[in-house]
């Protein structure tokens, strides 16, 4: 039998039964705290439906339709709404002597609790925390907020599903029109302060998927995207000159690499006395509302009503140029078109980060919509609308970069493809590289709308290429025009 030394013997710690026994006894009993403490709010909660119920018999009809109309704006967020409702949960609070009851620890008080149960967003209330947080995301019963650009589980979590569906039900009422059952699991709907939410809902996903994104860059000008570094303070002039001379651009890559705000940076150079027409399934931009002062149309529509009604209606209003939001589908001939009416300056955004294949999946989305279209002609015609792309990504680090800026250029000869990089990012150096190359025949198009603007572009261009060459070849043919003669 072997016989432990001191030091052995030392170190173990003797089993003492009667200190189990009274560390069961106590986790139990907070066990049982808690739970006390979360039904007591949970029958706060039935209390306060009883409430409501006592209000709503005492109101007329019009009274109660305009709590329900109250109520659905406080959902998506309208503040007068939610502090009508806040002002109403106090009096109950008042009233029943119910101020000491317990509620979740992620809420602010106990009124914040009341309303984010019964109005809000139960646990997700938790994201207006993180300001810095561009999109959160609910999974099932999971909550992820998006933190320096990685998605973190948080610990709180909602208690079911089926509050997860009520919420989901509870956004439809954003949109009459808005639909969301097992015929259309999926629906996008915009919130009061511009905050995007997407849901899914089984059969669509397996679980219910909420996704919200919100823009938080809110200045717009070009000295700030250098400031932040996603172009280089040495580019601003082209930027500029880009805005002023009013080239058709499309502002492509992935989702969070900063499109949309490079975008409302290029309107803000824009003139301010132009009327614009902007054109989206869905209100992303607000525009007028970060521009209030400037003349701007805008119109939210679905495909069929793009198709029929938008797009002539649009063509009436004496616009100077077309902003598209997004384009995913029918957008693609809607651009185009805009482009095509003579006026230049067209902007829009798209989800690739290879400018070679921008005119291609423009011509695909357009025959996609318009299957008896020649896609070879809508190639043809993209291209030829089409000025330059600008490039974005997020870096690991969630920083934001222009990767390059590539004119489009159609041969009317050869009908030949191509792109020529005029500013490329390399992420290796971390700096960006330039060339001074543009067609005459752009060029052309450029100074006939602005010449001051267009000789500025090409002198800044001009000095950055010989300071900071691009290393290597400029063009790139797309190899899906070959052949087309």
Not at 332 to 351: F, I, K, N, P, Q
Request: charged share 30%; with cysteine; net charge negative.
């Amino acid at each position: 039998m072997k016989l432990l030394n001191q030091r052995e013997a030392s170190d173990m710690q003797v089993f003492d039964i009667g200190r189990f026994i009274a560390e069961k006894i106590e986790d139990s009993v907070k066990d049982k705290r808690k739970t006390v403490k979360q039904d007591e709010f949970r029958e706060l909660l039935d209390l306060f439906d009883k409430y409501q119920e006592e209000e709503y018999k005492l109101m007329s009809d019009d009274e109660k339709q305009q709590m329900l109309q109250i109520q659905h704006e406080a959902i998506i967020g309208v503040p007068h709404s939610i502090d009508y409702i806040k002002d109403r949960i106090s009096d109950f609070i008042q009233r029943e002597n119910k101020s000491q009851i317990s509620y979740p620890v992620y809420y602010k008080d106990l009124k914040d609790a009341i309303f984010h149960e019964k109005f809000g967003f139960g646990p997700l209330s938790t994201w207006e925390n993180y300001r810095n947080s561009q999109s959160a995301q609910v999974i099932g019963t999971d909550i992820y907020n998006t933190i320096n650009g990685k998605k973190v589980l948080q610990e709180e979590k909602f208690d079911s599903i089926e509050r997860v569906m009520d919420i989901c039900r509870s956004l439809t009422m954003k949109n009459s029109t808005a639909r969301l059952n097992e015929r259309e699991p999926s629906l996008e709907i915009d919130m009061y302060d511009g905050t995007r939410v997407s849901i899914s809902i089984p059969p669509r996903t397996q679980v219910p998927v909420l996704t919200f994104r919100r823009f938080v860059i809110e200045e717009f000008s070009i000295e700030h995207q250098a400031k932040m570094n996603t172009i280089p303070k040495e580019a601003i002039p082209l930027f500029r000159a880009l805005a002023r001379t009013r080239a058709n651009i499309i502002i492509s890559g992935p989702v969070r690499s900063g499109k949309s705000t490079m975008l409302k940076t290029m309107f803000a150079e824009r003139d301010e006395g132009d009327t614009t027409i902007c054109i989206e399934k869905h209100h992303e931009l607000y525009l007028r509302r970060d521009f209030p002062n400037r003349a701007i149309i805008e119109f939210q529509a679905n495909e069929d009503e793009l198709l029929h009604e938008v797009m002539p209606q649009s063509l009436r209003m004496d616009g100077s140029y077309y902003i598209i939001g997004e384009i995913r589908g029918i957008e693609a001939d809607v651009y185009l078109s805009g482009c095509e009416r003579g006026t230049s300056g067209c902007m829009a955004t798209h989800h690739t980060t290879y400018a070679i294949n921008v005119p291609g999946l423009i011509a695909r989305h357009v025959v996609d919509a318009y299957p008896g279209r020649s896609y070879r002609q809508e190639l043809l015609r993209a291209a030829e609308n089409i000025d330059f792309v600008i490039t974005m990504e997020e870096l690991k680090d969630t920083s934001k970069k222009v990767t390059s800026i590539q004119e489009v250029y159609l041969d009317p000869y050869t009908h030949e493809i191509s792109t020529t990089l005029i500013m490329e990012y390399d992420f290796e150096t971390d700096d960006w590289y330039y060339n001074c190359e543009i067609n005459d025949m752009l060029l052309k198009k450029l100074k006939k709308y602005d010449r001051e603007y267009a000789q500025i572009l090409m002198d800044t261009l001009s000095t950055l290429a010989r300071k900071k060459p691009i290393k290597g070849s400029t063009k790139q043919i797309a190899l899906e025009s070959k052949g087309l003669l």
